[in-house]
């Protein structure tokens, strides 16, 4: 090799170098952009991958509102449901029952005694004037009174007895009498008939009997033609201070309604109520009852809203609550009218009842 050419190639050799660096230069940036094309790519192909699994749940949805769209509204339906259910107007409320305690089938005996004595002392103080509402004057006429007195009131008893005792004032007088006489006389009494022969036989057992004298036991006033229980209790409690219930009518619903007894066999009731009280109140709780229920503790429309022992009563509510409604259905004194009595006792508050209307001819009438 000459000089020249060592000396060209060793002119040449730096042009060459950058010659063989500018072909490895692009190659590097082809590299390069590979790499980079090659990452977007993968970039490209996770997104789609997403999208893709994303896509189903996403279709879904898009096909639930067109359905939704497309789906025909029905109006009547959905007034239906967003309507409210009909509300039913309250019933007026009645007046709220002051329920007393105590009274049940399970109350104990200790229990019921200390409310009959609670009960015995509120209608005391009530009816301080209670008695017997038959007008007597001795022993032989409250027998008699008391006979006549089954189904009629103490009133038109007591508006009969002046004439028949007038007429038959003793026993023997009585046991004397003509029975249709005698019928006539107690004829308003109603049952006439057979109180007559009652009356005509108790006269005569007395008379032939007992010396023309009323008997002071249970024992021998049940023996009596027409005596029972009830009416030998009323004689004994009245005429010979001996105590004793009266259970009538008046008496037996009301210590059932007070929940003292479920008895409903009058010798039951006197037994299970004698068990309760005290034998000296026998005979005034027996007057104070039945004081009370002929005069606001009626059978069928109590008034419970004038009832003075309201408080003490397991009943309470069975009849009329109003107060001025409750105080119209009073009577007797209570309600401001004549008593049964006659003749009544000096303490009684009200006014005597007036006598019967005379049945004779008016005077002066057409003969």
Request: one cysteine or more; proline letters at 8%; hydrophobic letters at 35%.
């Amino acid at each position: 090799m000459s000089e020249r050419e060592a000396a060209k190639r060793a002119t040449g050799g730096p042009t060459a170098a950058k010659k063989t660096a500018a072909k490895k230069a692009p190659a590097r940036k082809t590299a390069a952009k590979k790499t980079a094309g090659t990452k977007a790519t993968a970039e490209k192909t996770a997104t789609r991958a997403t999208a893709k699994k994303a896509t189903p749940a996403a279709n879904k949805t898009a096909a639930k509102k067109t359905a939704a769209k497309k789906a025909p509204v029905n109006t009547a339906a959905k007034k239906s449901a967003t309507k409210k259910p009909a509300t039913k107007k309250p019933a007026a409320k009645k007046p709220a029952a002051k329920k007393a305690s105590g009274g049940t089938s399970t109350e104990s005996k200790a229990s019921r005694a200390r409310r009959a004595a609670r009960i015995n002392e509120a209608l005391a103080d009530v009816y301080y004037y209670a008695h017997p509402e038959l007008d007597f004057e001795n022993p032989f006429e409250l027998l008699v009174a008391t006979v006549l007195s089954a189904q009629t009131t103490d009133l038109r008893v007591n508006q009969t007895t002046p004439a028949l005792f007038a007429s038959y004032p003793t026993p023997e007088d009585m046991a004397a009498a003509n029975p249709e006489e005698l019928e006539e006389l107690i004829r308003p009494t109603g049952f006439f008939r057979s109180k007559a022969k009652s009356l005509l036989g108790l006269s005569a057992a007395l008379r032939d009997n007992f010396g023309g004298e009323v008997p002071g036991t249970v024992d021998e006033l049940v023996t009596l033609p027409g005596v029972g229980r009830k009416t030998a209790f009323v004689v004994l409690g009245n005429a010979f201070g001996v105590p004793g219930l009266t259970v009538d009518t008046h008496f037996g619903r009301l210590v059932r309604r007070w929940k003292l007894t479920e008895q409903t066999d009058a010798v039951k009731v006197e037994q299970e109520i004698d068990a309760l009280l005290p034998k000296s109140e026998w005979t005034m709780f027996s007057h104070r009852t039945i004081f009370h229920g002929r005069r606001i503790c009626h059978s069928r429309k109590p008034a419970c809203g004038a009832c003075p022992i309201a408080e003490l009563c397991p009943s309470y509510g069975e009849g009329e609550t109003d107060p001025e409604k409750a105080k119209k259905l009073l009577k007797y004194e209570m309600g401001g009218q004549p008593g049964q009595r006659l003749k009544p006792p000096a303490d009684y508050p009200g006014q005597p009842a007036p006598p019967l209307p005379s049945r004779a001819p008016a005077a002066g009438a057409a003969q």
